[in-house]
Each structure stands twice: as C-alpha cells, then as structure tokens.
C-alpha cells in the first residue's frame, strides 16, 4: 500500500505537484493518467525519491519514505523508464543482473534469474544474452528494461511510459505480454501514461491529474460514465465509443438481453463466450459471417446477434449516464 498525502512539489513559483492525496492498494495497477506536464512522472519519481517533495508525506505500508535511505528504498521498488536506461557498457544479462548483484544473491541464482525473465520477456538467452543495449531493437530494450525492473523481486513496481517510445503494433504486443507475466500479478503497479486506452486497458484504478491534482481517482468504468467534473468528462470523449466497447462486457449486459435459451436449442457451432467478454470482441466475433453468439451467466445461456448487443448497449449507457 502506497500513501499520497498532500504531497506538492514546486519548481520555482511552477507548483508541478499540488497537494495530491492518493491511496494506491497492495496488488493493484494503480495508472497516473493526463496530459503532458501534469505532474505524472514528478509524482512517480516522489514515490522512490528521485525526487523530494517540498510537502506532505508518502507511507509504503505505513512507513515514511524516508526513514528508508534511499539506495535501500530503491532495491524494493522496481523502476521502468521511458527510455528504458540501460547501462550502455553492460551486455542484456549485465543490466539485468544489476539489482540481484546489488541485494548480494549468489552467481548462479542472478543467472538463472536473468535467463528465466529473458525467456518470459521473449529474448531467447543464446542470441541476446551478451549483447549490448545498441544492439538491441528500440522494443528489444524496452524488455530489457522491464526484465530489469523485475529481476529483484520487488513488491512494488514503478513505471513511467514503459512502452512510449515504441511503434503502437509493437507497443500493443510488448503491453499484451507484460500483463500475462504471471509475477505481475501480486506486484503493486504505478504506471504513467498518457495514452487513454493505454490506461483503460492495464488499470485496476486511475487517478486522472491536471496541474498537479488529482481531478479524479476511480475504476475506468466509474471515470467513463460517473466523472466528477467537465473536465474529466471532456478527457475522454474522443476515445468515448472505443473506451465504451472496451469496459462494458456481457456481464454488465445481461439484464438487457433477451431471455436465456435451453442449451439444447443452440445450434452445435454456436461459439460461447463467457460473460467476462468485452462487447468490443463480440462484436469483432460477429463482424464476419457469423450472425450470433451465445453467452453464458452463471447456469444460464443467452444468444446475441448484433442488433440485439447494439440495442443492449445503448440501454446500458443511458442506465449508466442517466
Ligand atoms: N527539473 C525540473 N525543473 C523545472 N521544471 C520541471 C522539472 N521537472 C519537471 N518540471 C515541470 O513540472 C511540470 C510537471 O512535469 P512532469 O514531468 O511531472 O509532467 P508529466 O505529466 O510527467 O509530463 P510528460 O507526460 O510530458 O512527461 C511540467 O510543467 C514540467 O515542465
């Protein structure tokens, strides 16, 4: 658990941090989101004292950041930088071996852990291994970089444009894999973004900044269609219909669909999705030849076409937006 209280930071007469309070849960994917120079990677780099705020206190599971030194800090508490910062000098296995070296494991346990993470990150060991940072594809860093933020096992995981500088095919499949690593899972992660769908798709909760504030903390779904101020309801319009797709699944649907069907009246090569689904891959299901999907619920079945999902949906907007 990471604690945010009042915590503001100037440059010169610039507030760059305005007396932001934040609760970030243990576990959670925790996205500092807005636009440039609201005060995201200023924020993110408080958390691990790269830089000290002038105001207000920040608690990791009740303790004061600085009660920690800061080098002692930083071993728990991965960090992903935008241009991923690699050690020029330093083959793949080197930077990712750095913080195990650091915390003193043996030799062969940072081997066998560098060589696990290069494996998971998809950069077979016998042809990167020994290369260096200039040798490597701008995303071939980047998993590098993650790998190295990894490698310790540090509870808390910070990262800052991971996959900005990356083309948006590649940035979309580094992202896909990253969220399966199954590590990822019990780490507690603040990512910094600008990039909505980014946010929507890796987010347990956003906190929306502007000049330095939070205007909004909240579930994508409760930033969406409950914004607590016009700004946090203008933020996202231009990717409304795409975000909207995205969030509201089957499940959210079906008190609008039509009644369940008996499984025994569908036909056998009806596909089924579960009701966990997005209505953006139904739909991307039903865009081809097929007609209908079925769904199921609990112990019940209901069959979708894309008219009936269409209807259902814009029933389910105005429950949401009144
Ligand atoms: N070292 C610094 N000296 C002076 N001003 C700074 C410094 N670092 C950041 N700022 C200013 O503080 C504000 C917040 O910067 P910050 O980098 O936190 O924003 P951001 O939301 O992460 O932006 P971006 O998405 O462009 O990285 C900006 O106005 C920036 O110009």
């Known amino acids: 658990m990471i604690q945010l209280s009042g915590v503001t930071k100037h440059y010169g007469d610039h507030k760059a941090v305005d007396a ?37 206190s920040i608690e990791i599971n009740g303790a004061p950041i600085d009660s920690t030194p800061p080098e002692q800090l930083r071993r728990t508490i991965g960090y992903v930088m ?17 913080v195990p070296t650091l915390l003193g494991w043996p030799k062969d346990q940072i081997r066998k852990r560098a060589l696990s993470l290069m494996e998971q990150l998809h950069l ?11 040798q490597l594809s701008g995303g071939q860093q980047q998993r590098v970089g993650v790998a190295r933020a990894l490698a310790g096992n540090a509870p808390i995981l910070l990262m800052d444009e991971p996959f900005g500088a990356l083309d948006p095919v590649t940035r979309s499949l580094i992202r896909k894999e990253f969220m399966e690593l199954e590590e990822i899972s019990k780490k507690t992660i603040v990512l910094v973004t600008h990039d909505i769908p980014e946010a929507f798709e890796m987010a347990d909760r956003i906190c929306l900044m502007n000049k330095g504030r939070a205007e909004q903390t909240g579930t994508p779904s409760e930033l969406l269609f409950s914004p607590a101020s016009a700004f946090v309801r203008s933020f996202f319009d231009a990717d409304r219909e795409l975000l909207e797709l995205n969030i509201v699944t089957m ?27 997005s209505c953006w891959q139904i739909l991307n299901w039903l865009t081809g030849e097929q007609a209908a999907a079925s769904v199921s619920y609990q112990h019940d079945i209901k069959m979708v076409s894309r008219a009936n999902l269409l209807q259902a949906l814009g029933d389910y907007k105005t429950s949401q937006y009144g």
């Open 82 to 98: 935008q241009q991923n910062g690699l050690f020029p000098h330093y083959t793949v296995v080197e930077n990712i071996a750095v």
């Open 124 to 134: 077979p060991a016998n042809s990167f291994a020994h290369r260096y940072p200039h």
């Open 251 to 277: 499940r959210d649907l079906w008190p609008h669909l039509g009644e369940p069907v008996s499984s025994s009246d569908l036909p056998d090569s009806i596909r089924q999705f579960p009701a966990a689904t």
């Open 20 to 56: 932001l309070s934040v609760l970030i849960r243990e576990s959670e994917t925790f996205v500092l989101l807005g636009t440039s120079g609201c005060g995201k990677t200023t924020t993110l780099r408080m958390i691990n004292r790269l830089i000290t705020a002038d105001e207000g």
